[in-house]
């Protein structure tokens, strides 16, 4: 655990605080401001209230956070409050109850989704606008930003269907290397490192991939392929396999995800895929059950034919139940995953039934690795600390100051030349750990 003193030695954990935090409380506030007809039209006077009150809220909110204020016990009826707030206690215990946690003064992890879990308290507090997503109007913008990639990607998957009981193993094995990069390289598209602002992809994603291959700095394609393939050939006609993704942000990247599980399914190298999304809106682009449901259904409204296409397969899969989604309020807690078996037991448990559990983005990994400045050198298993579902890996492009598994002198040569390698989302991990 890090606090004051390392505090100021990680600056880009000091520049989010300072700087980008507030940024995206400005861009809410903004948000609500601007859609105060809609909450008239909606809700009448009570519509306006509500919208005022937030907005008072969440300046409240913005001038605690800049000045440095304690943090503060939540209020409010959802279910994780008391997890919230014992976790409160416990960092007032770790500064021996003589200081109170405070925004600068307390772990970046947590102190970030603090303030997320403050944005939707605001809204809770004043119905009718409690269910309001304040950003879903930018996750709905970069999701067409990335129209052109997004038919890149179901146009090629349409192809690849056509002919993929005729593949042999090598040329399946090709394919999901390509599949399982072109995830990896859609969770460059978050809009909480951009504070909000565009951040779409817009090149075609397949054939930038041979040029993005020197920049992962961990290649275990191997492995996770040698997993599905062994569970494939040895799996009887009444056997499943599972396969589950925590998924990160909403627009390209969902679709990323949506593409590999349907490519999973449909070489049967998986028989069902579950995804794992958050219960509240949540650093901005992470992806909830309404964006979920959202995603589905505009593609299979789409005009191009391919998009259309998968929209329907999709809507058919989970219709089928091969492709389940589930949510969790573990997911939006601050806590890091090695305490999810005590913290959250039904969904360890859940997660134990899977035959490989793949975590998109940096916010996992930094949960994965409790988010500690650990050494580059030292292993993805150790930073993992006894959390073992099931095998698992992480795809994730690197945009925080944590990183393991490397191996030694790997990062020295660009550690001068580009002091910004760890954050600026250029590098990325395809990173697997099997032993339970
Ligand atoms: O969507 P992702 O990949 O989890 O990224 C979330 C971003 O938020 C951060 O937590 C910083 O605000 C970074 O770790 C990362 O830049
Ligand atoms: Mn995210």
Known sequence: MYCCDSFLLRSFAYFTIKDRL????????????????????EHGEKGIEAEKNTISILSKLRNELQTDKPLVSLDDKLPDVPLWNQYLEYQQNLLDGNEQPSWFQSPWLYVECYMYRRIHEALVHNPPIDDYDVFKEAKVQVFFESQQAIIALCTYLQELLKNIEDLDEKQLQEEFFKLLQVSLWGNKCDLSI?????????????????????FILVDDMESIWSL?????????????TRVDIVLDNAGYE?????????????????????????????????????DFNWTIKQLQ?????????CGMNWEGSIKKGVLVYHDHMFWTLPHEFCSMA??????????????????????????LTGDRKWEFTVPFHQALNKFHPAPLCSLRTL????????????????VTSEPDWMICGKYGVVQFDASL
């Not at 951009?194 to 020197?214: C, F, I, R």
């Not at 005590?342 to 360890?348: E, S, W």
Request: net charge positive.
């Open 22 to 41: 507030p940024q995206i409380l400005t861009r809410v506030i903004d948000t609500l401001h601007r859609h105060k007809n809609e909450f008239f039209e």
């Open 194 to 214: 951009s504070a909000g602002e565009d951040n779409s992809q817009k090149a075609s994603p397949l054939k930038l991939l041979d040029n993005l291959k020197t």
């Open 228 to 240: 599905l393939i062994n569970s494939k050939k040895r799996r009887t006609s009444k056997e499943v």
């Open 254 to 290: 969902l679709i990323t995800d949506l593409v590999l599980a349907d490519f999973l399914l449909s070489s049967k190298l998986v028989t069902e895929i579950h995804f794992h999304g958050k219960c509240i809106p949540w650093y901005v682009s992470d992806t909830t059950k309404q």
């Open 301 to 309: 409204s789409a005009n191009n034919r391919w998009m259309s296409r």
């Open 342 to 367: 005590q913290v959250a037991t039904d969904l360890y448990t859940e997660l134990q039934k899977s035959h490989l559990i793949i975590f998109k983005g940096d916010l996992n990994y930094r949960k």
């Open 399 to 414: 945009k925080s100051d944590v990183q393991v598994g490397l191996k030694p002198g790997q990062v020295e040569q660009f």
